[in-house]
T-cell receptor, first 115, second 113 residues
Framework: ETGVTQSPTHLIKTRGQQVTLRCSSQ?????VSWYQQALGQGPQFIFQ???????GRGNFPPRFSGLQFPNYSSELNVNALELDDSALYLC??????????????FGPGTRLTVL | KNQVEQSPQSLIILEGKNCTLQ??????????LRWYKQDTGRGPVSLTI?????NTKSNGRYTATLDADTKQSSLHITASQLSDSASYIC????????????FGTGTQLKVEL
C-alpha cells in the first residue's frame, strides 16, 4: 500500500451533474497530482497542486477544477459531467516539485461512471 | 499522436520465462523516465526511475534501460511469475511545467503456467 487514499471508490452520476473526488496524500508529501485514465489507456495529467497552489495543468477544460487543503489533501471537482468523463481518476502524491528522482505514489483511484 | 509509444500492446509468456517491453518517446526535454506496474483496477506502482544521464536501473527482477540518443527505453523482466501479470506503463517527466508526467498506453502482460 502506498499510503495514498481516495474516496469514493466508485461513483455513478448522470450527464450535467457535478462531482467531487477526494484524495489524502501520503504523510510528509506536499504535492498532489490528478490523472484521468480511460479504459485501456494510460493516465492523462489533469493538474498538480503544490502547497495549496495549482502548479501545472494538462489539456482539460475549466470545468475540471481542484483544491488542496493545508493538510495537503486534495479535491478534484468536475462540473457539467459528460459521458466521456467516465474513467478511473487517480491521484498521486509526492514530496516537492519536479524532483528528478522523486517518486509519485498513486492511490487506488475512483471509478466514475457517467450515464 | 501519443508522445510515448509502447510495444507490444499485449504479451503472453510462460511462467519462468524472460521478456522485454519497449518504450519510444518523442517528448523533450525530459528530466526522467519511469516504469510503472499497474494491476487491474488499481493505481500504478513505481518500478524504476532513471534520469536522462542514466543507462540502466534495476529493481529485483526488473531491469530498465535508457538510450537518450535514440529516445528508447526497455523494461526487462527476468524469471517471470504469475504475479507479474499486469499493465506496464512507461512514463516520461517533462522538465518544468509542474512535474507533468506523460504516460504511454502500456503493455498488458499475462504470465501463464
Amino acid at each position: 500500500e502506498t499510503g495514498v487514499t481516495q474516496s469514493p471508490t466508485h461513483l455513478i452520476k448522470t450527464r450535467g451533474q457535478q462531482v467531487t473526488l477526494r484524495c489524502s496524500s501520503q504523510s510528509g508529501h506536499n504535492t498532489v497530482s490528478w490523472y484521468q485514465q480511460a479504459l485501456g489507456q494510460g493516465p492523462q495529467f489533469i493538474f498538480q497542486y503544490y502547497r495549496e497552489e495549482e502548479n501545472g495543468r494538462g489539456n482539460f477544460p475549466p470545468r475540471f477544477s481542484g483544491l488542496q487543503f493545508p493538510n495537503y489533501s486534495s479535491e478534484l471537482n468536475v462540473n457539467a459531467l459528460e459521458l466521456d468523463d467516465s474513467a478511473l481518476y487517480l491521484c498521486a502524491s509526492s514530496s516537492g516539485l519536479a524532483g528528478v528522482t522523486d517518486t509519485q505514489y498513486f492511490g487506488p483511484g475512483t471509478r466514475l461512471t457517467v450515464l | 499522436k501519443n508522445q510515448v509509444e509502447q510495444s507490444p500492446q499485449s504479451l503472453i509468456i510462460l511462467e519462468g520465462k524472460n521478456c522485454t517491453l519497449q518504450c519510444n518517446y518523442t517528448v523533450s526535454p525530459f528530466s526522467n523516465l519511469r516504469w510503472y506496474k499497474q494491476d487491474t483496477g488499481r493505481g500504478p506502482v513505481s518500478l524504476t526511475i532513471m534520469t536522462f544521464s542514466e543507462n540502466t536501473k534495476s529493481n529485483g527482477r526488473y531491469t530498465a534501460t535508457l538510450d537518450a540518443d535514440t529516445k528508447q527505453s526497455s523494461l526487462h523482466i527476468t524469471a517471470s511469475q504469475l504475479s507479474d501479470s499486469a499493465s506496464y506503463i512507461c512514463v516520461v517527466t517533462l522538465t518544468g511545467g509542474g512535474n507533468k508526467l506523460t504516460f504511454g498506453t502500456g503493455t498488458q502482460l499475462k504470465v501463464e503456467l
